[in-house]
């Protein structure tokens, strides 16, 4: 059974916009989808920021490329908006041009919450705005703060780069001394003068070790171990053998508006301006006297300088079970079946108890009807339900002889282990859900992993 699954990647944190300006969200949130397309290519589709009010505040619609990719770069919070956070909504409805259900939105997805905020973070007493070791972040600069200079960097081929129009999501880990671990079920912040390294989430390529600089004014600070948080500028810094510092950048631009030290990536192109390898350069150094004591300081400019903002992921997974994937749902597949508890799974009367919206409305009466449950392809399986605060569904599993034949059957489910997925499916249309948990074997008994 091939799985659609779409994925939207977008920033943790936004920034207000002012007046007549607008502070794009940045980097700008990206749509993809995996599996069979649905007829997705000529779908419609339509991404809000929406208020935590319910208000609207701004909509984009996009295209899907042909890599079943869309990014949304014209999506703001607007000044007058009196929001503490946003939440993204994006809408795939069908053409105003075809004949069947014109316009009809089957699908709306809903991020998490968006902190939005005035400026850069500065406080580091509050842990909701802190970069946290293990989580995605994405890093990006402007040169003199114009919109249009912005890059992200990204990984091309294998080599890290900066791009106009692309962007990567990276986990940042903590690089600590041999003798040194993390202490584990606790958050880590990115320290200022901490080593860590950049492993693009997409295709694991990792960075060699960096120190994070702080940077202030332009000037690379000394590291004092506090936070890094949201929005903030930093600096990646390389110690070479011999002492120097160099800091991970972008080519810089001369004046007669050619690349100096240019290196181009795999795919890039100094005309196109599509992608450039990123370079480790010298900063400009200069010395001052603090305190009685004269030192060295590093001047940075833009090019050395990266904005940092931690990076959320809405994921969604669906299925046709009847295989064709021919066309989009006559009736909208949203909200999606939802777990509010663990299955619970009693060995005595081999059931499982699952607590959650598993109903969806009848297209003709309008009455709520139960999913129909599946264990990988058994099913539909018996089921009871017990109304109250939550509704609860007690689903009667097949047996093990039944499980172990099914896992030897579908080698695709074998493929994940020894394990089946929690599947429910729409009767009335074959639309199909999975959930988190599989049910697998352990010890000869039924589980729930």
Same mark, same amino acid.
């Not at 200022?192 to 940077?215: E, F, N, Q, R, W």
């Not at 017990?386 to 569904?393: K, L, M, N, Y």
């Given at each position: ?42 779908q419609v589709l339509t ?51 075809? +004949? ?35 989580k995605p972040v994405s ?6 703060? @114009? ?33 040194? =671990? ?8 990115? =320290? ?57 950048? =972008? ?11 240019? @290196? ?7 005309? @196109? ?19 009685? &004591? ?5 001047? $940075?400019?833009?090019? $050395? ?47 499982? +108890? ?26 539909? $399986? ?33 493929? +994940? ?26 010890? @000869?008994?039924?589980? &729930?992993?």
């Amino acid at each position: 059974m091939i799985m659609t699954t779409v994925v939207c990647l977008h920033a943790a944190v936004a920034r207000k916009s002012y007046g007549k300006e607008r502070r794009f969200l940045c980097p700008p949130p990206r749509f993809l989808v995996e599996g069979p397309a649905w007829q997705m290519k000529r779908q419609v589709l339509t991404m809000s920021v929406v208020s935590e009010h319910s208000e609207n505040l701004c909509e984009h619609t996009e295209p899907l490329d042909s890599n079943m990719t869309s990014t949304f770069k014209a999506l703001y919070i607007s000044g007058e908006a009196r929001t503490k956070s946003i939440q993204l909504s994006l809408k795939i409805s069908e053409p105003s041009n075809v +004949e069947s259900n014109p316009g009809h939105t089957w699908a709306t997805f809903n991020s998490a919450p968006i902190l939005a905020i005035a400026k850069r973070s500065t406080t580091t007493s509050k842990k909701s705005t802190w970069i946290v070791s293990g989580k995605p972040v994405s890093l990006f600069h402007r040169i003199h703060a @114009q919109t249009l200079s912005t890059k992200y960097m990204t990984m091309e081929h294998g080599t890290l780069s900066a791009s106009k129009d692309a962007w990567s999501a990276f986990n940042m880990q903590i690089v600590l001394p041999a003798t040194d =671990t993390l202490s584990t079920g606790q958050l880590h912040p990115i =320290t200022h003068g901490c080593s860590i390294i950049l492993t693009d989430t997409c295709s694991g390529i990792s960075s060699p070790p960096l120190i994070v600089t702080k940077v202030s004014k332009g000037t690379a600070c000394q590291n004092d171990g506090s936070p890094v948080n949201q929005m903030e500028k930093i600096a990646l810094r390389r110690v070479n053998p011999d002492g120097t510092r160099c800091y991970l950048s =972008t080519p810089r631009l001369a004046s007669a508006g050619r690349e100096d030290n240019l @290196q181009l990536s795999a795919t890039g192109s100094s005309e @196109q301006g599509e992608s450039y390898a990123l370079l480790f350069q010298p900063p400009h150094t200069r010395h001052r006297v603090e305190n009685g &004591v004269q030192i060295e300081v590093d001047d $940075l400019d833009d090019h $050395l300088c990266w904005t940092i903002v931690g990076i959320s992921k809405l994921q969604y997974t669906f299925f046709d079970a009847r295989a064709l994937n021919d066309s989009s749902p006559h009736m909208p597949i949203t909200p999606f079946t939802t777990l509010s508890r663990s299955p619970a799974y009693c060995e005595i009367r081999n059931t499982l +108890e699952l607590t959650g919206n598993l109903s969806y409305a009848d297209p003709t009466t309008g009455e709520r009807l139960l999913l129909d449950i599946y264990i990988g392809s058994l099913g539909p $399986l018996p089921t009871c339900t017990h109304q109250g605060p939550h509704p609860v569904a007690v689903v009667q599993m097949p047996s093990i002889e039944e499980v172990v034949r099914a896992l030897e059957k579908d080698t695709a489910m074998a493929a +994940e282990g020894s394990s089946l997925p929690l599947l429910f499916i729409r009767p009335t249309d074959s639309v199909g859900y999975r959930m988190g948990p599989t049910i697998g074997l352990l010890h @000869q008994a039924l589980r &729930v992993l």
